[in-house]
C-alpha cells in the first residue's frame, strides 16, 4: 500500500503556472470549468461572521485534503473550504479500496491519512498557494478571486482533541506564521518574488466537529466546550442521520425511496444523540459560545451509517452518502427547524449536485457543501454548474443577492422538503445502474481513452502523456563467456499516441477512478505509477512503479515486480541499462547492446530481454515531453526564456 506524500509547494505552483500557460488547465481542470463570477449576481455570504464569495464548498473529504484538491475546488467556485478531518490517531490503516460511488455513494474512508504535521503543511500550503496566484494575475486582471473561508474539520472524541498535539495543530491553525515563514524559504529561482507577499495568518478559526458514532450529548458539549472557551474557535456540529430515528429513516429509505438493498445498523440509532437531546444541547451550546463573542452552528448531515452488502470493501459497515442522503437530510433539517425554538444557523451536505443546490440555499442551508457528486466523472468541472445554475434561480426571481434569494422561498420549507422527497430522481430506480464496463483488460500501454481517470480522481493522480504509436522489432542478447551474441526478440506495438499514467505519491487507492474505468484492472494498479522520489519509488514500487531522475537523466522502473535503471546519454548516443542479473551498454539508436558484464554466476550465460529497456526508453521520452506538464515531469520541465512562462514564474 503506497502512503500519500504530498508534493511541495514550490513544485505544485511551478506546475499550476507552466500548465495554465501551455495548456490552458491547472492540476487538470480547464480554464473554462474556472468559476469567474457571474455579471450582476452575488454569491456572497456570512458563515459564522465571515465572509465568502460563495456559499459553496467541497465537504471535508477527499477534495479537501491536499492542496492540489483544495486549489481545484476553489478554482471550481468554492469559496467555504470544509478541510479533510484530522484526529489524533493519524496513522491509521484505512482499508483500500475506501470509496464507492458507483451509483449511491458509500466509503469507508473516515479519516485523514497524512500525519498531522502534513495536513497542516496542506492546509497553509493551499492558502499561500491561493494568495500567490491572485498577486500573479495568472487568471486576469478580472478574475474574482473573492473571500475564502478554510474550514477545520476535527473529530473524534473529546481525549483526542484536547490532547497536546491535536490542541497545538488548532492552534497552528489559528496562527500560521512559522510554518508559513518555513513555506516561503522554500520559494526559490522565480517564485522567490513570492516570498513577501503578506500571507495571511490566521488560516481558520471555525471548526466542523465530527463525533463517532455513540458519541453522548456530553461529550459533544464538552468538546465544543472545549474548542469554544479554550481554543476561542466558532464550531459548527455536524449531526448523524439517525437523529432522525430508526422508524423515520425506515420509513424514507426503503418504503419511499425504494432502497431495499440497504441495511440499516439500528445500533448506529441507539447509541448516537437523540432528537430531544440535540434540541437542548444545541441552544446551551449556542449561549456559552455567545458568551465568549463565539458562534456554534450545525450541519445536516454526516453520512448514514449502514451495513456492508457489497463486495467492494471488506469492512462490515460503510457509510451512505449520495442521493438518498440528500433526502434523510433535507427531512432532518425540517424536522429540527419545526421543533427548535431558536434560530439556529445550519450548513448542508447530503447529495449537493447542480440540480439541488439552488433549493438547498433557497432553505438558508448556508454553506451547502458536496461531495459524492464530485466524485462522478468530471470531477471538479462539475463545479461551476452548481454556482450558474444557482445564478439562473437567482435571476429568474429577480434577485441578486443570496439574502434576498433566501428571503424569496421564506415560508416555502415544507414544500420544498416534500418535494425532494417525491423526486424520482433521489429513487432507487434512478440510482442503481453502475458505470458500463466493457470486458476489456487494462495494460501498460494503451486503453479506449475515455479519460474518465483522470478528472475522477480528486488528487489529480492519473495523467495523460504523448508517446509515439510504433511497432517497434527488436532482439534480444545473451551475454557469454565469450562475447554478446543476438538472438531472436520480439515486437513491441503502442496503438495509441495518447496513453494515461499515475502519479502514485499521490494516490491513496481509494478505488474511485477503477469505478468509473469502462476497461478492467485499475488505472491505479496497471498504468505506469510514478513515484516522486527514489525513496518512496524503493519502498512501494510492488510489481509496478518508475522514477523519473530528472537531474541524472535516468529512469528507474519495476515491471511485473523486477527492477531495472536506464540512464540515457542522448549527446554520445548511449544508454547503460541495468537489470537484476545484468548491466549493459546499449546504442540508443539502433538499441544494439555493445558491452555488458552478468551480475549473476552464470556459465551458461545471460539472457538479456530488451522489452523492459525499450519500455523504459519509451517512457523516459514520452514523460519528459513538455507538450503536458503533470507531477512526474514538473521537476524537470525548462521555462522557456523570455515568454509568458519566464514573466509569470
Ligand atoms: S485507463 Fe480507463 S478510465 Fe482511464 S482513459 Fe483508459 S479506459 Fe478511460
Ligand atoms: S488515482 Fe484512482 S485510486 Fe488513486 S487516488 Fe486517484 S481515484 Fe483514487
Not at 452552528?297 to 451495513?307: G, I, M, Q, R
Not at 503502442?494 to 484492472?521: M, R, S, T
Request: net charge negative; charged share 25%.
Amino acid at each position: 500500500m503506497a502512503e500519500l506524500v504530498p508534493v511541495p509547494l514550490p513544485l505544485l505552483l511551478r506546475r499550476a503556472f507552466l500548465e495554465y500557460q501551455r495548456e490552458g488547465k491547472i492540476f487538470d481542470l480547464p480554464k473554462s470549468k474556472f468559476f469567474r463570477g457571474i455579471p450582476g449576481l452575488d454569491f456572497s455570504v456570512s458563515f459564522h461572521g465571515h465572509r465568502a464569495s460563495t456559499p459553496l464548498g467541497p465537504a471535508a473529504g477527499p477534495h479537501g485534503q491536499l492542496a492540489q484538491n483544495i486549489v481545484l475546488s476553489w478554482l471550481g467556485g468554492s469559496r467555504i473550504i470544509e478541510l479533510k478531518t484530522i484526529q489524533i490517531l493519524d496513522e491509521l490503516a484505512i482499508p483500500r479500496p475506501c470509496i464507492d460511488a458507483a451509483n449511491v455513494g458509500y466509503n469507508v474512508e473516515w479519516s485523514q491519512e497524512l500525519k498531522l504535521e502534513q495536513s497542516l503543511r496542506e492546509y497553509v500550503g493551499a492558502a499561500m498557494f491561493l494568495e500567490i496566484l491572485q498577486a500573479s494575475r495568472l487568471l486576469g486582471e478580472d478574475f474574482p478571486a473573492g473571500e475564502t473561508i478554510f474550514d477545520m474539520s476535527a473529530g473524534y472524541n473529546l481525549e483526542g482533541i484536547r490532547s497536546a498535539r491535536v490542541r497545538a495543530w488548532i492552534e497552528s491553525m489559528m496562527n500560521a506564521r512559522p510554518v508559513i515563514d518555513e513555506l516561503r524559504a522554500t520559494l526559490d529561482g522565480p517564485l522567490a518574488r513570492y516570498r513577501d507577499l503578506p500571507f495571511p495568518t490566521q488560516i481558520s478559526d471555525t471548526i466542523s466537529l465530527s463525533t463517532f458514532h455513540g458519541c453522548p450529548a456530553g461529550e459533544i458539549e464538552g468538546i465544543v466546550g472545549f474548542l469554544i472557551e479554550e481554543m476561542g474557535c466558532h464550531v459548527c456540529v455536524k449531526m448523524n442521520p439517525t437523529l432522525l430515528g430508526y422508524e423515520e429513516v425506515d420509513h424514507l429509505l426503503h418504503e419511499v425511496l425504494g432502497y431495499h438493498e440497504i441495511q440499516l445498523h439500528r445500533q448506529a440509532f441507539d447509541n448516537d444523540l437523540r432528537f430531544d437531546e440535540a434540541l437542548d444541547l444545541v441552544p446551551r451550546l449556542q449561549r456559552r459560545a455567545q458568551a465568549c463573542g463565539k458562534s456554534v452552528s450545525v450541519k445536516f448531515s454526516n453520512t448514514l451509517v449502514v451495513k456492508n452488502h457489497k463486495q467492494v470493501f471488506s469492512d462490515e459497515l460503510m457509510y451512505m452518502s449520495g442521493p438518498p442522503l440528500h433526502v434523510l437530510a433535507l427531512n432532518l433539517i425540517r424536522k429540527f427547524r419545526e421543533r427548535m425554538k431558536e434560530s439556529v444557523p445550519i450548513s448542508f451536505s447530503g447529495g449537493l449536485d447542480a440540480q439541488n443546490v439552488a433549493n438547498a440555499v433557497a432553505l438558508n442551508l448556508i454553506p451547502v457543501t458536496t461531495c459524492t457528486d464530485l466524485l462522478r466523472p468530471g470531477g471538479y468541472a462539475r463545479l461551476v454548474r452548481y454556482l450558474e445554475n444557482l445564478g439562473a434561480r437567482m435571476t429568474a426571481h429577480g434577485v441578486t443577492n443570496i439574502p434576498d434569494f433566501i428571503a424569496r422561498h421564506a415560508g416555502q420549507e415544507a414544500a420544498l422538503v416534500e418535494a425532494a422527497t417525491a423526486d424520482p430522481r433521489y429513487r432507487w430506480e434512478r440510482n442503481k445502474g453502475t458505470p458500463r464496463k466493457i470486458a476489456s483488460k487494462l495494460w501498460l500501454y494503451d486503453c479506449i481513452n475515455c479519460d474518465k481517470c483522470v478528472p475522477d480522481c480528486p488528487n489529480d493522480a492519473n495523467f495523460v502523456y504523448e508517446t509515439a504509436p510504433a511497432a517497434i522489432e527488436y532482439d534480444n542478447f545473451e551475454l557469454l563467456p565469450e562475447g554478446i551474441r543476438r538472438v531472436p526478440g520480439g515486437v513491441l506495438r503502442i496503438v495509441k499516441a495518447h496513453q494515461l499514467a499515475n502519479y502514485a505519491d499521490v494516490c491513496n487507492e481509494c478505488g474511485n477512478c477503477d469505478i468509473f474505468c469502462p476497461e478492467d484492472g485499475g488505472p491505479y494498479k496497471e498504468k505506469p505509477r510514478f513515484f516522486g522520489t527514489l525513496e518512496t519509488y524503493r519502498k512501494h514500487a510492488g510489481a509496478n512503479g518508475f522514477f523519473m531522475d530528472h537531474a541524472a537523466g535516468a529512469i528507474y522502473g519495476t515491471i511485473s515486480g523486477e527492477a531495472y535503471e536506464l540512464t540515457l546519454d542522448r549527446a554520445a548516443d548511449r544508454a547503460r541499462f541495468a537489470t537484476p542479473a545484468a548491466e549493459v551498454e546499449i546504442r540508443l539508436s539502433d538499441n544494439e547492446v555493445l558491452s555488458g558484464v552478468g551480475l549473476l554466476a552464470c556459465p551458461q550465460g545471460i539472457l538479456l530481454d530488451l522489452l523492459p529497456y525499450l519500455k523504459l526508453k519509451l517512457l523516459y521520452e514520452a514523460i519528459r515531453d513538455p507538450r503536458h506538464v503533470h507531477f512526474a515531469n514538473v521537476a524537470g520541465l525548462q521555462e522557456v526564456n523570455g515568454g509568458n512562462e519566464e514573466s509569470a514564474l
